[in-house]
């Protein structure tokens, strides 16, 4: 694709508050100089936003104002006036109930702030996981031009001479201690060494993924997702990228110019060839319906199902993302794809160039990190979609994180009404489960958590552990941590909270599941269904105030990405008054 740039200098939309000789604009000027700035800021320079999620209460991103230094940086060298500005912080470690509810909650801060504020574009700051998309949604509702500059992952995670990562070693250890094959000390010695350093997951979970799906996207400059948060390296890329907003302002290249069906699908297949987390489905379902691009489940199954996996890293494979970035990073993804032409190379990216532009001398300096295609993982990652009637609106799995012996399978289900009474049960000896069973967890879909947690991969009981039983069929409305890894199948739609068949599985249910042949089948027929179906009542809180009320009222199911319906579709950046 080719862009064709627009004619400099032009009206830039931060005039509209700052320029001319009227009492507003000498106020909006007047205010803004008590922070030391001298009169020629305002003559024409692009405002450029720089969206931090820095918090303290989120550590993931605790590291990011540092990073805004740098991104001012390349701001004020290319010519711009660079303004900072804060806004909600998705902490996936510490929010409650789950950063989940707060991503729409985010993205509308983003939004609002960008289209209220005197902003030409933005560089938006983000690194754990539901910053990411957060940022992209907000951003794509507005369309100014807008970079990403994710915060990078951590150090490798080490222990006892070996490497750990960061989220797959809590699954990993947890369920050892259960199965006492490591001590409680043992575990409280790992803690320290899985978070080591500033940024996020150092696997592929979901903070890493979506970073690669940024750069998927061509919204970011090549190279972004893999860097860790300490190389200097990264501070390199946000200095650069606070150049290259300036010069997007210029050329007025925004979001809808990137975010294209092209861009969705590349961002597909990379997922796929990444071992990616199944929450970027959820999540790009939402950006794109954001910037108005068609996509939906059935085109992360057509397009995702014959890409190999080729990444190999934690929770899929051994490896994390420090040797990910030592071997090439995503480029080498990418060009890889290309080769085998699963890439769309003309997809626009941010630095104005076809994505393929920025890949096409990626090298491969590990192929133990980076496989061939022919020694990949699974030959088929992606994310397998399953309909039937336990999901007419279909759910999904990741098939590099599961076990292959489980992939057709039959079993009796074992049913959790809350993930409260999985909690009270799962350790009980008297827990009528054995390791062909079926774990089925209900409400704990958007509306029934409320915010979808991620409690998918429910742990395994302890008595089965015990036995060396390590992996078993889970199914719920819930998500799984992008750390996490087992044959689990999430955001079945519609939610059991909404009413969904999920809703009315009962202990002893037999359930098929046949992930080749993309099925999910309640064994129970419809008569029987309908007679439960007619004295079911839900369970869950109503909410009558505050956010939460907003959320339960207005969320979508998982199917269609699980923004709020009254957020879906760009707004644009076009404020009708000045209150001045």
């Known amino acids: 694709m080719t862009f064709e740039k627009k004619t400099w200098p032009r009206s830039l939309r931060s005039q509209e508050w700052f320029g001319g000789?009227?009492?507003?604009?000498?106020?909006?000027?007047?205010?803004?100089?008590?922070?030391?700035?001298?009169?020629?800021?305002?003559?024409?320079?692009?405002?450029?936003?720089?969206?931090?999620?820095?918090?303290?209460?989120?550590?993931?991103?605790?590291?990011?104002?540092?990073?805004?230094?740098?991104?001012?940086?390349?701001?004020?060298?290319?010519?711009?006036?660079?303004?900072?500005?804060?806004?909600?912080?998705?902490?996936?470690?510490?929010?409650?109930?789950?950063?989940?509810?707060?991503r729409n909650l985010a993205a509308m801060d983003v939004e609002e702030a960008l289209r209220a504020n005197?902003?030409?574009?933005?560089?938006?700051?983000?690194?754990?996981?539901?910053?990411?998309?957060?940022?992209?949604?907000?951003?794509?509702?507005?369309?100014?031009?807008?970079?990403?500059?994710?915060?990078?992952?951590?150090?490798?995670?080490?222990?006892?001479?070996?490497?750990?990562?960061?989220?797959?070693?809590?699954?990993?250890?947890?369920?050892?201690?259960?199965?006492?094959?490591?001590?409680?000390?043992?575990?409280?010695?790992?803690?320290?060494?899985?978070?080591?350093?500033?940024?996020?997951?150092?696997?592929?979970?979901?903070?890493?993924?979506?970073?690669?799906?940024?750069?998927?996207?061509?919204?970011?400059?090549?190279?972004?997702?893999?860097?860790?948060?300490?190389?200097?390296?990264?501070r390199v890329l946000a200095h650069l990228s606070g150049r290259r907003i300036v010069d997007m302002v210029k050329d007025d290249l925004r979001p809808s110019h990137v975010l294209t069906n092209a861009a969705f699908e590349n961002a597909i297949r990379v997922n796929g060839a990444v071992g990616g987390s199944t929450n970027a489905v959820i999540h790009l379902l939402a950006i794109a319906a954001r910037v108005g691009v068609p996509l939906s489940l059935d085109d992360w199954d057509r397009m995702g199902r014959d890409v190999p996996t080729i990444v190999n890293l934690q929770p899929s494979g051994k490896h994390l993302m420090e040797e990910f970035y030592y071997a090439g990073g995503l480029p080498v993804v990418m060009r890889t794809l290309g080769d085998l032409g699963l890439l769309n190379r003309q997809a626009l990216a941010?630095?104005?160039?076809?994505?393929?532009?920025?890949?096409?001398?990626?090298?491969?300096?590990?192929?133990?990190?980076?496989?061939?295609?022919?020694?990949?993982?699974?030959?088929?990652?992606?994310?397998?979609?399953?309909?039937?009637?336990?999901?007419?609106?279909?759910?999904?799995?990741?098939?590099?994180?599961?076990?292959?012996?489980?992939?057709?399978?039959?079993?009796?289900?074992?049913?959790?009404?809350?993930?409260?009474?999985?909690?009270?049960?799962?350790?009980?000896?008297?827990?009528?489960?054995?390791?062909?069973?079926?774990?089925?967890?209900?409400?704990?879909?958007?509306?029934?958590?409320?915010?979808?947690?991620?409690?998918?991969?429910?742990?395994?009981?302890?008595?089965?552990?015990?036995?060396?039983?390590?992996?078993?069929?889970?199914?719920?409305?819930?998500?799984m941590s992008g750390t996490a890894y087992g044959t689990v199948i999430l955001h079945v739609a519609p939610e059991a909270a909404a009413g969904g068949p999920l809703a009315l599985v009962e202990n002893g249910d037999m359930i098929a599941v046949d992930i080749p042949a993309r099925r999910l089948h309640l064994d129970v027929s419809d008569e029987v269904l309908a007679a439960r179906r007619a004295t079911w009542t839900s369970p869950v809180r109503q909410y009558s105030s505050g956010y939460a009320a907003l959320y339960t009222q207005h969320v979508q199911q998982a199917n269609l990405g699980a923004d709020l319906d009254l957020l879906v579709g760009p707004r644009g950046s076009h404020v009708e008054r000045d209150s001045h």
């Not at 305002?42 to 990011?64: Q, Y």
């Not at 994310?383 to 990741?398: E, F, Q």
Request: aromatic share 6%; glycine share 12%.
């Open 118 to 234: 005197p902003v030409d574009g933005v560089v938006l700051l983000t690194g754990c996981d539901k910053t990411t998309p957060s940022l992209l949604m907000g951003a794509a509702s507005v369309d100014l031009p807008a970079i990403v500059v994710s915060g990078g992952p951590m150090l490798n995670g080490k222990w006892r001479g070996k490497d750990v990562g960061s989220g797959t070693a809590i699954w990993q250890f947890s369920e050892m201690v259960k199965a006492g094959e490591m001590t409680l000390a043992e575990f409280m010695d790992a803690e320290q060494g899985m978070a080591r350093s500033a940024g996020h997951c150092m696997t592929m979970g979901t903070a890493s993924t979506m970073a690669t799906m940024a750069e998927a996207l061509g919204m970011t400059l090549p190279g972004n997702a893999a860097i860790p948060a300490v190389d200097a390296h990264r």
């Open 350 to 479: 941010v630095n104005g160039k076809p994505i393929w532009e920025g890949v096409k001398d990626a090298e491969n300096f590990n192929s133990d990190v980076i496989l061939p295609p022919e020694e990949a993982l699974t030959p088929q990652g992606g994310i397998a979609v399953l309909r039937g009637n336990l999901a007419p609106d279909g759910a999904v799995l990741k098939p590099s994180a599961a076990s292959p012996q489980l992939m057709q399978h039959r079993g009796r289900a074992v049913v959790f009404e809350s993930i409260e009474d999985y909690h009270e049960r799962i350790g009980r000896d008297d827990l009528d489960i054995d390791a062909s069973c079926i774990m089925v967890l209900k409400y704990c879909g958007p509306k029934g958590y409320p915010g979808m947690a991620e409690v998918g991969n429910m742990g395994l009981p302890p008595k089965l552990l015990k036995q060396g039983i390590k992996d078993m069929i889970r199914i719920s409305d819930a998500r």
């Open 21 to 102: 000789t009227g009492k507003n604009a000498i106020m909006h000027r007047s205010w803004m100089k008590n922070q030391g700035l001298p009169a020629d800021t305002f003559d024409g320079r692009p405002v450029i936003g720089i969206c931090n999620t820095w918090s303290e209460l989120t550590p993931c991103n605790a590291h990011l104002r540092e990073l805004a230094e740098r991104v001012k940086r390349g701001v004020l060298e290319a010519g711009g006036f660079p303004v900072e500005f804060p806004v909600f912080s998705c902490g996936e470690s510490n929010l409650r109930p789950t950063a989940m509810m707060f």
